[in-house]
């Protein structure tokens, strides 16, 4: 008998992770970033080669995705700021890596609130993406977020319930995994509002933050040594 409530209340509390927590907020209508034909809408930054050049193809179009070679460190930015809204985006890693980051962990991550001159790495909050700790939050360019009662200005807020870390590739959380296998996509969303943030990967909660100290700014999708397709780019303004 215990062992069989046991197995109940493992299986609530899976629904429960499994049950999206999104705010009750009324949204305005979908804006697609991303066109799935081309990059109108956004410009890219690559460290070795500046802005809108891309002479090794870092960024192709394909299947209506972004392929990133990871070959270079950078991203393709929006050229337009945003505050209090819902974004949505699908991403899958590939298979490749690349030095400095060959062999590590898949590394990639959309970062927002972003301001400030194009450099690597802007100044912004990023929703990390990383094998193994997909959902961190990490603050870039000393910008400010309370998660849990505790404020940074730099470094790392873990995700919820997040085992040890390995940064090897293919890495997956022992713990608490919540990215599909590899190879699949994933759905990340995030809310934006005032000061406060939410993630969510897959459908499950992984942070939240309050008293951001940016609340506006450019949406960045990241190109840092990892291959990775991006798609289903979304935004609807939080009315």
């Known amino acids: 008998m215990k062992i069989r409530l046991l197995t109940i209340a493992a299986a609530l509390s899976a629904m429960a992770m499994a049950a999206s927590p999104a705010p009750k907020y009324k949204l305005g209508p979908k804006i697609r970033l991303f066109n799935g034909k081309n990059l109108d809408g956004f410009y890219t930054y690559l460290k070795k080669d500046g802005l809108n050049n891309d002479p090794n193809k870092v960024f192709r179009i394909e299947n209506r995705t972004v392929h990133v070679s990871g070959t270079d460190y950078g991203y393709f930015v929006t050229k337009k700021e945003y505050e209090n809204y819902y974004l949505t985006a699908e991403f899958k890693w590939g298979e490749k890596t690349h030095p400095p980051r060959e062999g590590k962990a898949r590394d990639s991550g959309i ?129």
Request: positive net charge; aromatic residues 10%.
């Open 111 to 239: 970062l927002f609130h972003v301001v400030g001159p194009d450099q690597v790495w802007p100044k912004s909050i990023e929703f990390q993406m990383i094998e193994g700790g997909t959902g961190d939050i990490l603050m870039v360019g000393n910008t400010m977020l309370t998660v849990k009662g505790q404020t940074k200005d730099r470094g790392r807020f873990d995700r919820f319930e997040k085992g040890p870390w390995k940064d090897v590739v293919g890495y997956r959380d022992p713990k608490r995994e919540v990215e599909k296998p590899h190879g699949q996509w994933n759905r990340v969303e995030m809310w934006a509002k005032g000061g406060t943030v939410l993630y969510l990967v897959n459908g499950v909660l992984v942070n939240e933050g309050t008293n951001a100290a940016i609340t506006k700014g450019k949406i960045l999708f990241q190109t840092e040594g990892a291959e990775v397709y991006f798609r289903n780019l979304i935004l609807r303004q939080i009315e």
